[in-house]
């Protein structure tokens, strides 16, 4: 870890991700983000108790949470649970935010739209928080949020709190920690969490999963204005957002609504009972930023009248112990001994033609049965 707490009292309240294992779930021997903490600033080096973990969410100190968070992002065994306990405690005071998942490719203004609606969110008298949901920072260093010039009022605003992604490889494990530092920000009393992912691969899919309302960020390009874009990230939209509607852009940009308008008709809306909408702002000038709010606002009222948006939630939870259970699961799997023995000759097998797929997955799971019951 190269950060240190100072960085969430200075100027910038960017806090650090943690480094750790690739999963997150409990690893052994990771490096552990909260014990270097202690050791940085604990120096009788005591860990801290759950009771302490959760008077520091409650009492709304920064860097106090900005703990808790970090407990959470930890890959070590002993704070894995501590951290379940954590949570448990901090369950009933949940669910009270309108969780927003922002997804657009790289360029199409992202953080400067987060800066802009966070400040506006911020203006209005709301707590914000904001996330990012980026599997690939631990290649890339964290690619997303990264950019801390584009967010600078909303990372030194005392009711704004950014949080960059979790690093450590898979979708799964940055989903978890995302989803559980989400239900940390909701218990200390933030009324919107922000989540930021960029369009690769299942992340879009993942964010969706977790939040109430998805936007999608666009900007107007040249000709057909649903080129380049996939049509399955549109149908997750609530809304899709024609960002840079400003100077030379003004006219394209209203013109891309009014074709995005007219496509929206045509696709399976993402949310029951809400018709997806297209907008245009600027990020940087800040028009049109009180309309998506005022859009959101419509959607919560419309759909917690419905019922949709707490049907919503409910298979969202629902999904969410499926979801871990998988990932357990692929986890045991693959980490098996006698998996690992016998997984490169079978698929040596494979690819020679040696031996049909379905074969080679029977024998992997009947050794992996085999281990299992061994046990
Ligand atoms: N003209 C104009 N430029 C913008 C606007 N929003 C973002 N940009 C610019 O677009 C570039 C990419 O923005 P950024 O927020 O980093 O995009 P991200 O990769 O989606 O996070 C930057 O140079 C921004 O200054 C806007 O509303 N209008
Ligand atoms: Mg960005």
């Known amino acids: 870890m190269d950060s240190h707490e100072s960085t969430f009292q200075s100027a910038l309240h960017v806090m650090p991700?943690?480094?750790?294992?690739?999963?997150?779930?409990?690893?052994?021997?990771?490096?552990?983000?909260?014990?270097?903490?202690?050791?940085?600033?604990?120096?009788?080096?005591?860990?801290?108790?759950?009771?302490?973990?959760?008077?520091?969410?409650?009492?709304?100190?920064r860097t106090r949470l900005a703990k808790a968070i970090t407990l959470i992002e930890s890959n070590s065994a002993s704070h894995f649970e501590k951290a379940q306990e954590v949570l448990k405690h901090i369950l009933p005071h949940t669910g009270g935010s309108i969780r927003i998942g922002i997804t657009g490719v790289p360029g199409a203004g992202k953080s400067t739209f987060i800066e802009s609606f966070g400040t506006y969110l911020t203006g209005a008298g709301k707590k914000v928080a904001v996330m990012a949901v980026d599997p690939?920072?631990?290649?890339?260093?964290?690619?997303?949020?990264?950019?801390?010039?584009?967010?600078?009022?909303?990372?030194?605003?005392?009711?704004?709190?950014?949080?960059?992604?979790?690093?450590?490889?898979?979708?799964?494990?940055?989903?978890?920690?995302?989803?559980?530092?989400l239900l940390v920000f909701e218990s200390a009393g933030y009324d919107v969490v922000l989540v930021e992912t960029v369009g690769v691969g299942q992340s879009e899919t993942t964010v969706r999963s977790m939040v109430d309302f998805f936007l999608l960020v666009l900007v107007p390009g040249?000709?057909?204005?649903?080129?380049?874009?996939?049509?399955?990230?549109?149908?997750?939209?609530?809304?899709?957002?024609?960002?840079?509607?400003?100077?030379?852009?003004?006219?394209?940009?209203?013109?891309?609504?009014?074709?995005?308008?007219?496509?929206?008709?045509?696709?399976?809306?993402?949310?029951?009972?809400?018709?997806?909408?297209?907008?245009?702002?600027?990020?940087?000038t800040g028009d049109g930023i009180p309309e998506v709010w005022?859009?959101?606002?419509?959607?919560?009222?419309?759909?917690?009248?419905?019922?949709?948006?707490q049907k919503r939630r409910r298979a969202q939870e629902r999904d969410w112990v499926r979801a871990l259970i998988e990932g357990q699961l692929k986890e045991e799997f693959y980490e098996n001994p006698k998996v690992q023995a016998l997984l490169p000759k079978l698929d040596d097998a494979v690819m020679s033609g040696e031996m049909p797929a379905t074969a080679a997955a029977q024998q992997l799971l009947e050794a992996f049965r085999s281990a299992q019951a061994a046990k």
């Open 17 to 61: 991700g943690v480094k750790g294992g690739h999963d997150g779930l409990p690893g052994q021997g990771s490096q552990d983000a909260a014990s270097a903490e202690n050791h940085q600033h604990d120096h009788h080096r005591r860990e801290m108790t759950t009771q302490e973990y959760l008077e520091g969410i409650e009492s709304g100190d």
């Open 136 to 181: 690939s920072s631990s290649v890339t260093g964290g690619s997303i949020l990264g950019d801390k010039t584009r967010m600078e009022k909303l990372a030194t605003d005392p009711n704004a709190f950014i949080r960059p992604s979790p690093s450590g490889g898979t979708l799964g494990g940055v989903a978890r920690k995302t989803r559980e530092a």
């Open 222 to 284: 040249a000709g057909d204005e649903l080129q380049g874009i996939k049509k399955g990230v549109v149908e997750l939209a609530d809304a899709i957002l024609i960002n840079k509607a400003d100077g030379a852009n003004l006219i394209p940009a209203q013109s891309a609504r009014v074709e995005y308008e007219r496509a929206l008709h045509y696709l399976q809306p993402a949310t029951e009972g809400w018709q997806t909408i297209a907008l245009t702002a600027s990020a940087m």
């Open 294 to 309: 005022q859009t959101i606002q419509n959607f919560v009222q419309s759909t917690q009248l419905s019922g949709a948006f």
